[in-house]
């Protein structure tokens, strides 16, 4: 029952009763003369009733206090008022049997008012004078705020050169005081602008950072609580900078860093890839802070652009891309006539005709030519090779290496040119190259055109002094390092599978390479010499003519 309720219900008890005593009356037979002293005790006013206290201030939680309503008056009943309003009673308030002691235990913050007592009598209802209750409580646990600021961890960061204001909020009575400690203080600062709840600091730096320390007191309770707070103070941030490694990067280096350079150290940090946030792999780490990005078994296509990106909660700044220059190659090597994309194994050419031929390899940086005919000492380099007018003595095997002087690698290829037309006749050398393999047949089943001696290294001689001896050897593609200076082949070498073109990824002829020894006799348009065996000194006679 509300307390306007509960007035409203004494006001109709008492009026009822009024009405009661109003209408009844005794039969005239049965009427009694009144005694004028009875009427004149029935028609006596009540008197005020005092109201008192144990204490009038009392601390939440420890102290109990008891309200007494002291009156003559009897066969009255006891109402007790609160802040104007009936009392409504609750489990930590008891009231006596005869209403006129009201205990709170303990009391509380909100039994904080004024209070009264009623006397109610028959026709008639009077209160006491009130009486005041003050309950000290607080101050209660607190907290320090910051405005603008952003919660990290048990942190607080501001963006450098904002005005901050600090301030703490909590319940009291009477009203706590507050002292301020700030950073790198050993003592307490107490002037008026540090003891109220909140101060502000304008363009703020990092020489404010630190932890804050308010200690919010209340004489009257004896109690206080201590609020902490970790300040930092963020920089604005500034672009930056992606460091490229201080080394030549090669293909197929086994790591390769690259350093993300900020004055932010409390800045987080991450990496873009081609415009795309990086994300971790084998091949690409970063480091626990993401301020080093390393790359494992860099390959050609590792060039980028990288950037990274340092950030906060207030704004994020990208560095410039930085793109990296990756030496590789050079790769297989393609000999093509002229500017065709058709690579060739054998070229066949009119005689006095002009002849292109155009090496390729992807390199990078781009690769060094050279070119070499075999038999030959002849060596030119660029890209292109350029004969204007051919004749039988451009016939041969015609080799090109690519060279990459930071990768130091290099890999070659081989094209068979063939001159045809009137008066490209064979040289000497390729003469003795077809009879010889023409011999190789027949020796053993006839033995025509040719007769087999043995002469000792020291015997006589037909040869005359300025015999030219030739040696016929397998033509190789190199690959890896170029060979060492001046390893050529003589213009009259001949191998026994030289129109077989060479590449850099055909494997080397295993075994050991036969070597066959000519030379050539007075007149040297009649007759060769070829050693057979050169262990016993064993020559076999050609004549060219049979």
Known sequence: MGSADLRGHRWAELLLSASLLTVWSLPAAAQLTPD???????????????????????????????????????????????????????????????????????????????????VWGVLQVISSDPTFLVVNYGPDPVRIKVEPGVP??????????????????????????????????????TSSFLTASTFTIYAVSREHEGTYSCLVSNSATQLSHLATLKFHVLERLTKPCVMPPNQTLIENASLVALTCQTTHERAAAQWFLRGQLLLPSKHLVLSADNRTLAIHGLQRNDTGPYECEVWNWSSRVRSDPLKLNISYGPDRVDITRGSTSEVVNTIRAELNSSLTLQCW???????????????????????????????????????????????????????????????????????????????????????????????????PSRRTTEEPT??????????????????????????????????????????????IKMRTLDPPEQFYEVLVNPEHNMYCQINPFI
């Not at 028609?43 to 204490?55: D, E, F, M, N, Y």
């Not at 409504?88 to 509380?108: A, N, Y």
């Not at 960061?157 to 203080?185: C, K, M, R």
Request: contains cysteine; hydrophobic residues 35%; aromatic residues 8%.
């Open 36 to 118: 004028a002293n009875l009427l004149k005790v029935t028609r006596k006013s009540l008197a005020k009733p005092t109201i008192s206290v144990s204490q009038g201030t009392a601390i939440e939680h420890k102290e109990n206090v008891t309200f007494y309503c002291g009156t003559k008056d009897v066969n009255i009943t006891i109402y007790w008022v609160s802040n104007n309003q009936p009392l409504v009673l609750h489990e930590r308030m008891q009231l006596s049997t005869d209403g006129k002691t009201l205990t709170i235990f303990p009391v509380q913050r909100e039994d904080t008012g004024t209070y009264q007592c009623e």
């Open 152 to 189: 990290n961890g048990e942190a607080v960061e501001v963006i450098e050169g904002s005005n901050v204001t600090f301030s703490v909020e909590t319940q009291s009575h009477p009203p706590a005081a507050y002292l301020w400690v700030f950073p790198n203080d050993s003592k307490p600062i």
């Open 361 to 459: 390899a992807e390199s990078q940086p781009d690769a060094e030519f050279h070119w070499t005919l075999e038999p030959s000492t002849s060596v030119c380099t660029g890209e292109q090779l350029v004969i204007e007018a051919l004749t039988s003595e451009h016939q041969g095997i015609y080799s090109c290496t690519a060279f990459n002087s930071l990768t130091q690698l290099a890999r070659s290829a081989s094209v068979l040119v063939r001159v045809i037309g009137p008066g490209s006749s064979l040289s000497g050398g390729a003469i003795a190259g077809i009879i010889i393999g023409i011999l190789a047949v027949t020796a053993l089943a006839t033995g025509l055109g040719c007769f087999l001696y043995i002469r000792n290294a020291k015997g």
């Open 470 to 515: 030739y040696e016929a050897t397998t033509p190789t593609s190199e690959e890896g390092h170029l060979a060492e200076p001046g390893r050529t082949l003589g213009w009259h070498s001949l191998s026994l599978d030289w129109c077989m073109p060479m590449y850099a990824n055909v494997p080397d002829t295993q075994g050991q390479i036969q070597v």
